[in-house]
């Protein structure tokens, strides 16, 4: 018998994460790590649950996260972000409600690149007269 699973990536700045979707008592684990040990930080949490607090599915899905690189609220985004892919895996009518919320939406921001000669991307070297 094969195991249901869903599986949707998430992505914010350069964190990358991947969310595993399986049925089962409501259990998170965030590489290897128990939700709360993962993030202390009670809105970040609060963000990881927000996919399943909007879908009304909290407690149905034991959840198996991965997620690289990045800061831990740009981790906690992009986990948001795989969640709710995952979630269209389950059940495609969800979408409105996900993109109504704006958890569908990819954060295109990211670092601006360093120009070379210069000391940083905006920031230019002192101008000295003479």
Do not use: C, W
């Amino acid at each position: 018998m094969a195991l249901a699973q869903y599986y949707g990536t998430g992505r914010r700045k350069t964190a990358a994460a991947r969310a595993f979707l399986r049925p089962g008592s409501g259990k998170i684990s965030v590489n290897g790590r128990a939700l709360d040990n993962y993030f202390p930080n009670a809105v970040l949490r609060m963000m990881v649950h927000q996919p399943l607090v909007i879908a009304g599915l909290e407690g149905k899905f034991d959840l198996l996260l991965t997620v690289d690189g990045g800061g831990s609220a740009a981790q906690a985004s992009a986990i948001r972000m795989g969640i709710s892919r995952a979630l269209l895996g389950y059940n495609e009518q969800l979408k409105s409600m996900l993109r109504g919320a704006g958890l569908l939406t990819r954060d295109p921001r990211m670092k601006e690149r360093k120009k070379p000669g210069q000391k940083g991307a905006r920031r230019r070297f002192q101008f000295s007269k003479r």
